[in-house]
C-alpha cells in the first residue's frame, strides 16, 4: 500500500475538527491509527482520536475517508466557491489526484455540482447545517428573544462557540429591513463578538489557554482586543461579573451586551445577546437598561435548554 503521510499530513487541523483530535506535533499520527508504524506505540496516547466523551477512540473505528470528504466540503467557502480539483486539493491539504474522485462522489450524492472542469458546493449541503439548526435549541430560545427584543427595542441573538469562532443558531430583529443579509448559522470571530467572548470566558481555565494560543489575531477596527494579554484580562473580568459590554470590536458604532445561558445542570451551553447602535447612550447606561432583561431571560430558559 502506498505511503499517503506526507500528503495526508496537511489535513491534521480538519481531521481535528471532525474527529476531536487533540494538538498534533507528529505528522505521522493520523497513519499510524491506520497501519501497523512503529511511531505507534510513541504517539497514540497524546493525539489518538477522542470521542464526544473524552475518551480514547478505537482505531477500529477511525474513517479517514470521511474526514477526507468532509475536509474537502469545508474547502469551499465564500471567497473559493468554485475550484478545480487541484485547487481543492491545496485547500483541503490532500495530494493533487486524491480529490477528483471524493468530488465526483458527492456530485453523485448531490453535495456538489460541475461544469467539467469547476466544481461548487450544490443546495444539497444545507441539509448538513440543517440537522443541526433544526433541533430544540433555536425554537425553544425564539419565543424569549421576541420578549427581549419587545422590552428592550434591540436585536436578539443566541449563539454557540465553535472552534475560533460564534455561530449564531437564533436571532429575533426589531424589523424586517434589520434582518436583511442576517442568515442563521453566520459566523464571526469569537472575541470580536459579546457572546463570543462570555462563552470563552467561562471555558475551563487550561481550554481557554489553549484556545489563546491558537487564536490568530484579528483586527477590524482601532477598538479590537488585539493581544493576547488583552484577552486573557477582559476574559477574566468576564467571568467574575458574569456578563460583558463590547464596544465597537467588529464594527464600528456598535455595541454588545450578552450573558451565558445555562442548562438545568448549570453548564454553559450557549450566550443571549443584544446588539444595539452605539449613539449617545454610555456603556453603563446601555448595561443597566439590558443586563436585567437579559438575566431574567436566561434564568427563566434554564430548566429548558
Known amino acids: 500500500m502506498r505511503d499517503n503521510r506526507a500528503t495526508t499530513a496537511p489535513l491534521r487541523a480538519q481531521w481535528r475538527a471532525v474527529a476531536g483530535l487533540s494538538r498534533i506535533d507528529c505528522i505521522d499520527c493520523i497513519d499510524c491509527l491506520r497501519h501497523s508504524d512503529p511511531a505507534r506505540g510513541a504517539c497514540r496516547t497524546a493525539h489518538e482520536p477522542a470521542n464526544s466523551h473524552g475518551n480514547p477512540m478505537d482505531d477500529k473505528d477511525w474513517i479517514a475517508g470521511a474526514a477526507k470528504a468532509l475536509a474537502i466540503i469545508e474547502a469551499f ?12 486539493a491545496g485547500r483541503a491539504g490532500l495530494s493533487r489526484t486524491a480529490p477528483r474522485r471524493y468530488l465526483l462522489t458527492l456530485r453523485e450524492l ?9 466544481f461548487w458546493l450544490a443546495p444539497r449541503v444545507l441539509r448538513l447545517g440543517q440537522s443541526y439548526l433544526a433541533p430544540r435549541l433555536p425554537r425553544t430560545v425564539q419565543p424569549f428573544l421576541q420578549r427581549i427584543t419587545a422590552t428592550l427595542q434591540q ?13 449564531y443558531l437564533a436571532r429575533n430583529g426589531v424589523n424586517r429591513a434589520m434582518a436583511v443579509g442576517f442568515v442563521l448559522g453566520s459566523r464571526a470571530p469569537a472575541p470580536l463578538s459579546s457572546a463570543g467572548l462570555v462563552l470563552l470566558a467561562f471555558q475551563a481555565p487550561e481550554s481557554i489557554e489553549q484556545w489563546l494560543a491558537s487564536y490568530p489575531i484579528k483586527v477590524f477596527t482601532p477598538h479590537t482586543y488585539s493581544t493576547v494579554e488583552r484577552l486573557r484580562e477582559v476574559l477574566g473580568e468576564i467571568r467574575r461579573n458574569g456578563y460583558v459590554v463590547t464596544d465597537q470590536q467588529l464594527e464600528l458604532g456598535v455595541r454588545g451586551v450578552a450573558v451565558p445561558l445555562r442548562d438545568r445542570h448549570g453548564t ?30 436566561a434564568s427563566l430558559l434554564r430548566n429548558l435548554v
Open 155 to 167: 436585536t436578539a441573538l443566541v449563539a454557540i462557540l465553535d472552534e475560533h469562532d460564534v455561530v
Open 268 to 297: 454553559v451551553v450557549a450566550a443571549i445577546s443584544v446588539s444595539m447602535p452605539i449613539g449617545q447612550e454610555s456603556a453603563n447606561a446601555a448595561l443597566h437598561r439590558v443586563l436585567p432583561t437579559l438575566l431574567e431571560i
Open 110 to 118: 448531490g453535495y456538489v455540482d460541475t461544469d467539467g472542469k469547476l
Open 77 to 88: 467557502d465564500e471567497e473559493h466557491a468554485r475550484m478545480t480539483p487541484t485547487a481543492v
